[in-house]
C-alpha cells in the first residue's frame, strides 16, 4: 500500500534532484522525477500518471520501491527484458524448416512451432522472427528441371553471337504460344476494403501462335489461327519468314526441340530451301531462347486481368498487339537484351 502520509526531508529532495541531473538513462530519470514531483507538489498518483506516460501501478511500484529500500534502489534502472520463448538453437531450426519447406503462409510456420517446440505465437511474432532471421517471402520463378550444362549454354551463346556476326543475314527467335481465351488472374494494387474480383470465360478456345521475333529491330512476324502446330503449320511460317526476309542471303531461326519443328516433313523443306537455317537450342534451355521474354510479355498485356466477353474480341485484342508490336518497343528495349541467363 502506498504511504502517501510519507513525510519527505529537504536533505531526501536534495539528494533526489541530485542523482537526476547526475543519470544519462531517460527512463531512470522518469522514475525519479516521479517520486520528486510526488514529494514536492501536492499530486496524485493519476495525475503523475499523465505526466509521465505510465500506469498508475507503475508509478505506485517505483514510490513503494523508494520507501522500502532507499535512494539505492535508485541509482541503476534493473530492467529485466522478457525472456523470449524461443532460444536461439530453436530459432535456427526454424530457418532450416523455411530454407527447406519453403512454406507458403505464417500460418504453416506458426503451426511448426507449435508442433515442434509446444509454443503458441502470434502471426505478427512469428513475422517478426522470420524478419530477424533474414527470411523473406518471395515469388518464386520457374527453370527447366533437368537443363544443359553449363558448358553447353555457354557454347550455344558463343555460336549465337557467331551467327549475329554473319554477313548479309538475320537471326531470329521463333517458338509457338498457346494464348487461351482466358482471363488469368495476376498482382495489382488495390483497396483491400474493396478488393477486385475478375470475371473468367467457360470456353477454352485458344489461339495457336507461331512467332519470330527480331533481335535487331525489335520487330515481330506471326502466323496465327485456331489451328494445332504441326509439320504443315511450320513450313507456312518458314515460308512466311522466308518472303519476310527475302533480302537476306541468310535467315537464322533459333528453335526449340519441339516435334513438329523436327519433323521429316520440315527437314525435307528445309533442304529445298537452305536460304533458312534452323539453330535447335539445348534441350531443356528456354532462358535461351529471346522469344520466352517477348510471349510473357504479350500474355501480361492480354490475358492477365484482362477480361474479353467474346472470342471474337479476344482474337481482335491479341490480332491488334502481335501486328503493332512496334508501339511497345520502349517497354521491350529494357527486357529483350541478349544476354542470356545461365541455369
Not at 164 to 179: C, K, N, Q, V, Y
Not at 217 to 223: E, M, P, T, V, Y
Request: hydrophobic letters at 35%; aromatic letters at 12%.
Amino acid at each position: 500500500m502506498l504511504n502517501i502520509n510519507y513525510k519527505f526531508t529537504d536533505s531526501e529532495i536534495e539528494q533526489l534532484n541530485i542523482l537526476r541531473a547526475q543519470s544519462n538513462n531517460y527512463r531512470l530519470r522518469d522514475k525519479i522525477l516521479s517520486i520528486i514531483l510526488f514529494a514536492t507538489i501536492s499530486i496524485s498518483v493519476l495525475q503523475l500518471s499523465k505526466i509521465i506516460g505510465k500506469s498508475q501501478k507503475t508509478i505506485e511500484n517505483w514510490i513503494s520501491t523508494y520507501f522500502d529500500e532507499g535512494i539505492d534502489c535508485l541509482k541503476s534502472y534493473n530492467y529485466k527484458p522478457k525472456k523470449p520463448l524461443l532460444n536461439h538453437f530453436e530459432k535456427n531450426q526454424i530457418k532450416i524448416f523455411v530454407t527447406f519447406e519453403n512454406p507458403e503462409t505464417i500460418k504453416e510456420i506458426m503451426q511448426y512451432i507449435n508442433d515442434k517446440f509446444q509454443i503458441k505465437y502470434s502471426r505478427e511474432g512469428v513475422r517478426k522472427i522470420l524478419i530477424e532471421l533474414g527470411l523473406k517471402r518471395l515469388h518464386l520463378k520457374n527453370v527447366p528441371g533437368n537443363p544443359p550444362t553449363v558448358e553447353d549454354q555457354k557454347q550455344f551463346i558463343k555460336e549465337y553471337h557467331e551467327l549475329r556476326e554473319e554477313p548479309d543475314s538475320i537471326t531470329l527467335f521463333g517458338d509457338a504460344m498457346h494464348l487461351i481465351h482466358q482471363n488469368l488472374p495476376g498482382y495489382c494494387w488495390c483497396d483491400p476494403s474493396f478488393k477486385p474480383i475478375i470475371e473468367t470465360n467457360t470456353g477454352r478456345k485458344r489461339l495457336n501462335i507461331l512467332g519470330a521475333y527480331n533481335p535487331s529491330d525489335k520487330s515481330f512476324l506471326h502466323l496465327s489461327s485456331e489451328e494445332n502446330c504441326n509439320a504443315e503449320r511450320v513450313i507456312e511460317f518458314l515460308r512466311l519468314v522466308s518472303e519476310a526476309y527475302k533480302g537476306f542471303s541468310r535467315v537464322n531461326i533459333v528453335l526449340d526441340n519441339a516435334k513438329y519443328f523436327h519433323a521429316t516433313l520440315v527437314q525435307e523443306w528445309l533442304k529445298q530451301n537452305e536460304q533458312i537455317q534452323i539453330k535447335y537450342l539445348p534441350t531443356y534451355s528456354p532462358n535461351l531462347n529471346l522469344i520466352e521474354r517477348f510471349f510473357k510479355y504479350a500474355k501480361k498485356q492480354l490475358v492477365v486481368n484482362k477480361y474479353y466477353k467474346t472470342y471474337k474480341e479476344f482474337r481482335a485484342k491479341t490480332f491488334q498487339f502481335l501486328n503493332n508490336v512496334k508501339d511497345h518497343i520502349k517497354n521491350l528495349e529494357p527486357l529483350m537484351v541478349e544476354k542470356f541467363q545461365i541455369i
